[in-house]
């Protein structure tokens, strides 16, 4: 049963959510979000301690029952989903700094958004994969059109349109996929899909890796993600950088780094190429914009073409890598939407030419800024440089110099987006000379909030051993050990 | 008959290609929609259409005889539902957008990506 909590909590608490008034609806929502790291620990604790744990609907015999399975990437996954659903809640408890509206779907939205993301990480079947997707989707336009305004409106247009392309994509090489083998479960398809000829495999697989890199928003398919997220308030902002994405980048390590592995070299060859073009355009593109949300959202590309180039690298040492680097990304991203949304606060604005000033008037603010900016650029010792030193190392081990090189040298136009921010907003003094640093109202929650964030990703970057050993026994577990 | 609906697919999901590349907003949705259905019918295919009989085993039999797989018509079902899911929400989607913006030509939807200013500067934009 274990196994099933990162569904049936959430969904249950959506659930709940649904038939309460609304003024009981956040504490229904809290109290399942509390549960949730609760069950993600003692799933994380059970796995490391006794191996995979699987459960199959019905008790019926594979291949036929509908399995359940969580190893060591499902559970940390699982927990960074939990984790950034309590950093929203705990964020939206202030209903200040750009706060999400209090609206009677936001709170079953939210939760169904966290069940889609939580089943997607544990399930052991390709339908089922396919339907988590489908919720996380339905949910995620709910959010996005929550405010309701014209903004709003047209990002969840491109949204909907896009990703809904990429969830056909899905389900057309979920039923060839079926046609070709008929089997659904990972196990069973995996075997039967070794046995089929190249010319069928290869067109097969390289449908499905389509399909899941139109979700993490890959090069040249990202289009969808610099269209919407930055019309989103920031804790909502926060979440779908730090959970929805990883979605599409976990099922593309499910499934060629465990499923159809070994998958065919042509794949990975070309994924290392989209990677490569991924890290450099969404840094570039980060460099032209001056919203702050703009910015560290089409950043977000970049740093997936890093989590990409990993996979790319189709070993066991890449995929520890990749796992590192999905961590990071996750909490790091998040803290530095939450710094922006505090910056929002201070300066009424998230276009850099509007705010700035900050050094003087926000110390504190500062600081946490720079600590997460530079870890983002990958300054040892912190988080990023861990994950960035896993990858570009395993990229020259494995003898592919020139990846290694535009991994680097998106990393120095990272530097120039972070140093945008760091000047702009914080060095220069504020364009309006009557500003004065507001009152921090109702602030509390999301300081806790945003600090919490900060101590792991601190706790991260000084401690790595325990983070690094965890993810290389995680990638070795996805090639059957235990 | 699996040709013939090889043959209904390609035409549901050409015709569904073309309309969902079109500048007009209903168009688009309606040709996803579409696409979205020919692919559940592809799913549906995808267990082979050999027979008609319901896959019951015979009383006092081990095996199933020649069948219908019942399979994909679980797994058509619950697609089924969900791209019905999809295509309303989009419906109240294109309603509203086209309330508020009064267009239904996609090109000009630029509200969540203003158009640049002084030749190649970003727009400066809403908060909310």
């Known amino acids: 049963m274990l196994v099933l909590t990162p569904l049936l909590v959430p969904l249950a608490t959506a659930l709940v959510c649904l038939l309460l008034p609304p003024a009981w609806q956040q504490r229904a929502s809290l109290a399942g979000a509390l549960l949730l790291p609760a069950c993600g620990l003692a799933l994380a604790g059970e796995v490391v301690s006794n191996g995979p744990l699987t459960v199959v609907a019905g008790g019926w015999p594979l291949p036929f029952g509908i399995e359940f399975a969580a190893d060591r990437l499902s559970a940390a996954l699982v927990l960074v989903a939990a984790l950034m659903l309590n950093v929203v809640l705990l964020w939206q408890a202030g209903g200040s ?36 997707f489908e919720l996380t989707l339905i949910c995620a336009l709910g959010l996005l059109a929550l405010r309701g305004g014209l903004r709003q409106l047209d990002a969840t247009l491109k949204y909907f349109v896009l990703n809904v392309f990429g969830t056909l994509l899905l389900l057309a090489a979920v039923a060839l996929l079926y046609a070709a083998t008929g089997q659904l479960n990972f196990r069973a398809l995996g075997a039967a899909t070794a046995a089929l000829p190249a010319g069928i495999a290869l067109p097969l697989l390289t449908l499905l890796s389509l399909a899941f890199l139109i979700k993490a928003a890959a090069f040249p398919f990202f289009a969808w993600l610099p269209a919407s997220y930055h019309t989103l308030p920031a804790p909502l902002l926060a979440l779908f950088s730090a959970l929805l994405a990883k979605i599409g980048l976990y099922a593309l390590v499910r499934t060629l780094g465990a499923v159809f592995q070994p998958a065919p070299d042509l794949l990975f060859a070309v994924l290392g190429w989209i990677a490569v073009v991924s890290m450099l355009s969404g840094a570039l593109g980060a460099a032209y914009h001056w919203d702050l949300r703009r910015i560290l959202a089409f950043h977000s590309i970049s740093q997936i073409g890093y989590i990409l180039l990993a996979i ?56 946490v800024f720079l600590l997460l900016a530079l870890s983002l650029i990958g300054i040892p010792p912190s988080s990023g440089f861990w994950s960035k ?48 640093a507001p009152a921090n109202d109702r602030l509390l929650p999301a300081h806790a909030a945003l600090g919490g964030l900060l101590l792991l990703i601190l706790s991260f970057g000084l401690l790595p051993e325990s983070w690094i050993a965890y993810v290389m026994a995680a990638a070795d577990s996805l090639r059957g050990g235990s | 008959m699996i040709w013939a609906v090889a043959l209904a697919l390609a035409a549901v999901i050409a015709a569904g290609t073309y309309l969902a590349s079109s500048r007009d907003l209903l168009r688009c949705l309606i040709g996803l929609a579409l696409v979205g259905n020919g692919i559940n019918l592809l799913v549906f295919a995808s267990g082979r259409l050999l027979s008609q009989m319901p896959p019951f085993v015979a009383s006092g039999a081990q095996q199933l005889a020649v069948a219908a797989n019942p399979l ?57």
Not at chain 1, 97 to 109: E, G, H, N, S, Y
Not at chain 1, 326 to 342: C, E, G, N, Q, R
Not at chain 2, 97 to 125: C, H, M, Y
């Open chain 1, 97 to 132: 700094a750009d706060a999400a509206p209090a609206a009677p779907t936001l709170q079953p939205l939210l939760q169904g958004l966290v069940a889609g993301a939580g089943a997607a990480f544990v399930t052991a079947d390709l339908f089922n994969l396919y339907v988590w």
């Open chain 1, 312 to 367: 790319a690298l189709a070993s066991p040492a890449g995929n520890a890598a990749a796992i590192l680097f999905m961590l990071h990304h996750s909490l790091v991203k998040a803290a530095l939407i939450l710094t922006a949304a505090l910056i929002f606060h201070a300066c009424g604005h998230y276009d850099l030419r509007r705010v700035g000033g900050l050094y003087a008037g926000r110390p504190g603010l500062s600081l």
């Open chain 2, 72 to 128: 994909p018509q679980a797994l058509v079902l619950t697609a089924i539902v969900i791209s019905f899911v999809l295509l309303c929400f989009s419906l109240v989607l294109a309603i509203r957008l086209l309330q508020t913006a009064g267009s239904a030509d996609t090109a000009k939807l630029r509200a969540a990506e203003p158009v640049a200013v002084e030749g190649s500067k970003p727009a400066l934009e809403e908060t909310a």
């Open chain 1, 389 to 436: 030193f896993l990858v570009v190392r395993q990229t020259l081990l494995q003898g592919e110099y020139l990846w290694a090189a535009f991994a680097l040298a998106a990393g120095a136009v990272t530097l120039y987006s972070m140093l945008k921010i760091w000047l702009e907003a914080f060095w220069k003094p504020h364009p309006d000379e009557s500003w004065r």
